[in-house]
């Protein structure tokens, strides 16, 4: 079988590659350049597609004794993963640039390519298995990354050798050092990869923007305040204000009548309420009169009237 392999220059992906030739597959090892303005080297753990990177995924392949080549796939990654990430956090939303890059780029436009240049398969160092045209989850469940991959279609699943999801990743190390793999010690990557100095709100503030705003609970807005969208979208943890406990973005459907609503932060992640439900759960649980609007909602406690509507 004739098989494409990601190779990004860390010690999972040279491994990988390394098990697909072991297993008499025709191998041709590429890496791809996502990057308009590669850094020289990696900052410590973080960043990735480096020049640094692309030399080490290429000396992986001589001594792996395979042909290897470098794809300029950056338009398409600045596109389909960097635009998107900064357009949905503009939204409020919370992205996952990991599983837009495996979506669109790693298993779409890479795949793609090699279906068209005659390939059988993709093979990438993920830490998933494929099993009867499952996708499964690795044996190594503190490194499993079938979530991000959990977008593939079925062709795409298909075509995936994924020869790391029954491995520690421990033992992968120590196979990389036994196979005299220059990347063995490497250390791994973390964060957002486009991100090389870990500042990802920094980073998102310089293009967006920062827009303060008020912390709301599912029945109320309370008087603390959130340094906005770049660092508090729906969907994640943040604390509330420096004396507040940690909130949640809750459900955007209404945990009462199933309609719609609005994402919203919690004390608790239970479930949003709309206006209506929250009305009436409110005002008919017999709470406390604990604020100024006498409805024992957490709401300011100058406040006129409860934004929940229950007063």
């Known amino acids: 079988m004739r098989v494409l392999a990601a190779m990004s220059g860390g010690v999972d992906s040279a491994v990988a590659a390394a098990r697909a030739v072991e297993a008499g597959h025709d191998v041709v090892g590429v890496h791809l350049a996502l990057s308009r303005s590669p850094q020289a080297e990696r900052t410590g753990a973080r960043g990735c597609c480096t020049i640094e990177d692309a030399s080490d995924a290429r000396r992986s392949a001589d001594v ?51 279906v068209a240049l005659g390939f059988d398969a993709l093979c990438t160092g993920h830490y998933a298995r494929v099993e009867g045209g499952r996708l499964l989850r690795a044996a190594d469940h503190r490194k499993d990354q079938s979530y991000v991959l959990g977008v593939l279609t079925p062709e795409q699943i298909a075509r995936a050798v994924l020869p790391l999801g029954g491995s520690v ?55 603390a305040t959130t340094t906005g969208r770049t660092r508090s979208p729906s969907g ?13 973005a809750a459900p955007a459907t209404c945990s009462t009548c199933s309609r719609s609503a609005a994402p919203s932060w919690s004390a608790r992640p239970s479930g949003s309420t709309c206006s209506g439900c929250a009305a009436a759960r409110c005002a008919g649980a017999g709470r406390p009169r604990a604020t100024a609007t006498g409805c024992g909602c957490r709401c300011a406690p100058t406040a006129r009237r409860c934004p929940a509507r229950c007063d």
């Open 64 to 114: 792996l004794g395979i042909p290897f080549y470098v794809w300029d796939l950056a338009e398409t990654f600045q596109a389909a993963v960097v635009d998107d990430f900064v357009a949905e956090y503009a939204a409020g939303r919370t992205p996952n640039p990991c599983v837009r890059c495996n979506e669109r780029v790693k298993f779409a436009a890479l795949l793609d390519r090699a």
């Open 169 to 223: 990743k421990d033992d992968v190390r120590a196979e990389a050092a036994r196979r005299g793999l220059p990347v063995a010690a490497k250390p791994d990557k973390y964060d957002v990869c486009f991100v090389p100095d870990g500042d990802t709100a920094g980073w998102l503030a310089d293009r967006l923007g920062s827009r303060p705003g008020r912390c709301a609970t599912s029945r109320a807005r309370c008087s």
């Open 236 to 248: 994640s943890a943040r604390a509330c204000g420096s004396d507040a406990p940690p909130r949640t």
